[in-house]
């Protein structure tokens, strides 16, 4: 299937390694150019050099803390003075710290919504003008299962990311016309860092192992195992391309069953 991303311009945020990086490898792989970030400017410019090499696609990789507004700036002015536009952009971040409402303090709150909420909302901010002006664009946004299904201790991220859903859900009706559809993608449980982060909370709070905790995870799964990037990266690739083009607010799921609700 010709997915008709040849030559689009792609911007992918927390790509040096899980969910983004393997985004960024599916996109580059489909003929996208790309820009990449991540904080660690080292890992950024090896994965981006590793992505050029294998798919032979034009890659900007630059060091960026998409917490800081000025940092997201730096980078979209960079990607745009190098490919004059971006036509699909995938909103992505480390996951707030796990935590229960009473550890939180006000400066955890602020530090997860600037991380969260506020990194893909400038992103949008900089980025949807042009694609209205071309009357074509993709907003992907990475959030969670716990959009749907909260999990237990993870408070910051079951309130944000519901907070970034309802914002894609409204900008996706205020843009419809103008050609760019809005949509979130919900990982599951998935082979990375984050999810191996979580594991050793677990198991350091029950007494557990960490293949303790993911194997509680794998028989709440119907698949019965974790998710691997590249399988939530072909989604991703689906639905940022011309094919995908009547598919508008919308939070899609790649989670091995694991969400019980019918909607």
Do not use: H
Not at 43 to 70: F, H, M, P, W, Y
Not at 105 to 118: M, S, Y
């Amino acid at each position: 299937m010709d997915l008709g991303l040849r030559g689009k311009v792609a911007l992918v945020a927390a790509a040096s390694k899980g969910l983004g990086r393997a985004v960024a490898e599916e996109l580059a792989a489909e003929g996208a150019k790309l820009a990449i970030c991540s904080r660690d400017a080292e890992a950024i410019e090896s994965v981006g050099n590793e992505i050029a090499q294998r798919t032979g696609a034009e890659v900007l990789a630059r060091a960026a803390d998409v917490a800081r507004t000025a940092d997201v700036d730096a980078f979209v002015d960079a990607a745009l003075s190098i490919f004059g536009r971006v036509d699909v952009l995938l909103t992505n971040s480390g996951g707030p710290p796990p935590g229960r409402f009473e550890t939180l303090d006000r400066a955890a709150w602020q530090k997860a919504t600037e991380l969260t909420l506020f990194a893909p909302v400038e992103f949008a901010r900089r980025l949807l003008p042009g694609m209205k002006e071309r009357r074509w664009g993709r907003i992907l946004n990475v959030t969670s299962i716990t959009v749907k299904q909260p999990v237990d201790n993870l408070m910051l991220s079951n309130s944000l990311r519901a907070a970034v859903t309802g914002w894609a859900r409204t900008l996706a009706n205020e843009v419809g016309e103008t050609g760019v559809t809005v949509n979130n993608l919900i990982p599951g449980y998935t082979r990375t860092d984050r999810v191996v982060e979580l594991s050793q909370v677990i198991a350091k709070r029950d007494g557990i192992t960490t293949e303790e905790a993911v194997a509680r995870w794998e028989r709440e799964i119907p698949l019965g195992r974790l998710g691997e990037p590249r399988e939530f990266a072909a989604l991703a690739a689906f639905i940022a391309s011309e094919r995908a083009s009547y598919i508008t607010g919308q939070s899609i799921a790649v989670d091995g069953g694991w969400i019980k609700s019918l909607l």
